[in-house]
């Protein structure tokens, strides 16, 4: 009874071990956002908000996903570019039921102009197998063998009741293509539509910043300088001018960043009309300067600069019914490496997107007992207490065995 006692003991020790180094992880991150509901299992896009960035490091190496068990969940960070978004082509259908008491019969018009190789069909879910021959036509009388032999898989995604699957065939231009599902004398496949997925690269939309505060002095050296602060410093990756007048102009500007004292140059430009008049780089900083060179010509009217930023996310696999939240706001951290990176396939492209909420002081941040080291120091003192308590347990085991055995 002693020794049933002693190893729950030790079991309940290590258990609080491990609840403890979990909890102690999320006290060294000063800020927290809640994610909204996870409306079912799958990859995620999570845009970050330029008030949560600017709370971040540089580089963004101290942000963490985290569960309600409070642990961390691996994730991938990705830049807003130009992106690859997939959308479904469907085409008409001219005949859509059974020839007779085994076969069905889907005709479809190509809209293709170049030639098809694949085709989806989107179906209801049937647990079953069937086999089909696909044929093509130009004048819906005339029918040729393009694929014999096609078998419909039984599998089908759990959270839906439609499911998509793809023919591959001999790449072919018949205007009209026809499938033959052979149903053996049993009820025929529910198809809903059939048609191509599209591709389409679209630019992502950059984000405004909030207004900085801007002087201007147009000095006597026929140069204008216009200096952009911010409180805090703020990822910055492109300006916009509008510029009023004159009517004609052309003139060269560069960027620089940080304080007169200490300034760095950053990237240079030309302003011209007609516009858009718009620099781009990438910069993180509280503090840049913009110097236009005017020669003889008069002063630039800018009616407005706005500040840009792309869009940053995080990419990750969450589960329905769970909570999640990110963390930030921890200086020291040492930027995660996640096995995710090797798994970005087309699942993970088509991601759904997810908000996360305000940003809020963390309610767990301890900045005292912080350590000094890295993300990973609070660790050691789990680890070491788990080891001593195992040793325990084994040296407990061994002296029963012993005990036993002379008797």
Same mark, same amino acid.
């Given at each position: 009874?002693?020794?049933?006692? #002693?190893?729950?003991?030790?079991?309940?020790?290590?258990?609080?071990?491990?609840? %403890?180094?979990?909890?102690?992880?999320?006290?060294?991150?000063?800020?927290?956002?809640?994610?909204?509901?996870?409306?079912?299992?799958?990859?995620?896009?999570?845009?970050?908000?330029?008030?949560?960035?600017? /709370?971040?490091?540089?580089?963004?190496?101290? +942000?963490?996903?985290?569960?309600?068990?409070?642990?961390?969940?691996?994730?991938?960070?990705?830049?807003?570019?130009?992106?690859?978004?997939? $959308?479904?082509?469907?085409?008409?259908?001219?005949?859509?039921?059974?020839?007779?008491?085994?076969?069905?019969?889907?005709?479809?018009?190509?809209?293709?102009?170049? *030639?098809?190789?694949?085709?989806?069909?989107?179906?209801?879910?049937?647990n079953v197998q069937r086999t089909a021959d696909l044929l093509g036509s130009n004048d819906l009388k005339n029918w040729y063998a393009l694929?014999?032999?096609?078998?419909?898989?039984?599998?089908?995604?759990?959270? %839906?009741?439609?499911?998509?699957?793809?023919?591959?065939? *001999?790449?072919?231009?018949?205007?009209?293509?026809? =499938?033959?599902?052979?149903?053996? #004398?049993?009820?025929?496949?529910?198809?809903?539509?059939?048609?191509?997925?599209?591709? &389409?690269?679209? /630019?992502?939309?950059?984000?405004?910043?909030?207004?900085? $505060?801007?002087?201007?002095?147009?000095?006597?050296?026929?140069?204008?300088?216009?200096?952009?602060?911010?409180?805090?410093?703020?990822?910055?990756?492109?300006?916009?001018?509008?510029?009023?007048?004159?009517?004609?102009? #052309?003139?060269?500007?560069?960027?620089?960043?940080?304080?007169? &004292?200490?300034?760095?140059?950053?990237?240079?430009?030309?302003?011209? %009309?007609?516009?858009?008049?718009?620099?781009?780089?990438?910069?993180?900083? /509280?503090?840049?300067?913009?110097? +236009?060179?005017?020669?003889?010509?008069?002063?630039?009217? +800018?009616?407005?600069?706005?500040?840009?930023?792309?869009?940053?996310? =995080?990419?990750?696999?969450?589960?329905?019914?769970? $909570?999640?939240?990110?963390?930030?706001?921890?200086?020291?951290?040492?930027? *995660?490496?996640?096995?995710?990176?090797?798994?970005?396939?087309?699942?993970?492209?088509?991601?759904?997107?997810?908000?996360?909420?305000?940003?809020?002081?963390?309610?767990?941040?301890?900045?005292?007992?912080?350590?000094?080291?890295?993300?990973?120091?609070?660790?050691? *003192?789990?680890?070491?207490?788990? =080891?001593?308590?195992?040793?325990?347990?084994? #040296?407990g085991l061994l002296k029963g065995i012993e005990e036993r055995g002379k008797e």
């Amino acid at each position: 009874m002693k020794n049933v006692w #002693k190893n729950k003991f030790l079991c309940l020790l290590l258990l609080m071990a491990f609840i %403890s180094a979990r909890l102690h992880a999320q006290e060294l991150f000063r800020y927290r956002a809640d994610l909204e509901q996870v409306p079912q299992d799958g990859f995620y896009q999570i845009r970050l908000d330029p008030s949560l960035l600017v /709370h971040s490091q540089d580089g963004l190496g101290d +942000i963490r996903i985290v569960d309600q068990q409070n642990s961390f969940v691996p994730y991938l960070r990705r830049t807003g570019g130009p992106e690859t978004k997939e $959308s479904f082509l469907p085409f008409q259908i001219l005949r859509n039921q059974p020839e007779n008491d085994t076969t069905s019969s889907l005709i479809v018009e190509n809209s293709q102009s170049s *030639p098809l190789r694949t085709l989806w069909l989107n179906l209801k879910n049937a647990n079953v197998q069937r086999t089909a021959d696909l044929l093509g036509s130009n004048d819906l009388k005339n029918w040729y063998a393009l694929e014999e032999g096609i078998l419909f898989s039984n599998t089908f995604p759990a959270n %839906s009741d439609n499911q998509f699957q793809s023919l591959t065939f *001999p790449a072919t231009s018949y205007r009209y293509l026809q =499938l033959l599902v052979y149903n053996k #004398k049993k009820s025929p496949l529910n198809i809903l539509q059939a048609g191509v997925f599209k591709q &389409e690269q679209q /630019h992502a939309q950059l984000i405004p910043l909030p207004k900085g $505060s801007l002087t201007r002095k147009d000095s006597s050296d026929q140069r204008t300088y216009i200096r952009l602060r911010y409180p805090r410093s703020y990822q910055i990756d492109q300006l916009s001018l509008k510029i009023s007048s004159p009517k004609y102009f #052309k003139r060269r500007v560069e960027v620089f960043q940080g304080s007169k &004292e200490g300034r760095l140059f950053v990237s240079g430009g030309v302003l011209q %009309s007609p516009g858009p008049n718009v620099l781009s780089f990438d910069l993180r900083n /509280h503090e840049l300067e913009l110097v +236009i060179e005017n020669g003889d010509n008069p002063t630039l009217r +800018i009616q407005e600069i706005t500040v840009l930023q792309r869009p940053r996310y =995080l990419l990750a696999y969450l589960e329905k019914g769970k $909570s999640y939240a990110l963390l930030t706001g921890y200086p020291k951290a040492a930027p *995660p490496k996640y096995d995710l990176e090797y798994f970005t396939d087309s699942a993970v492209a088509r991601a759904a997107d997810l908000k996360h909420f305000a940003l809020t002081s963390n309610p767990q941040y301890k900045p005292a007992e912080a350590p000094a080291v890295n993300s990973n120091y609070f660790l050691w *003192p789990a680890i070491v207490l788990a =080891l001593g308590s195992l040793i325990w347990l084994i #040296k407990g085991l061994l002296k029963g065995i012993e005990e036993r055995g002379k008797e």
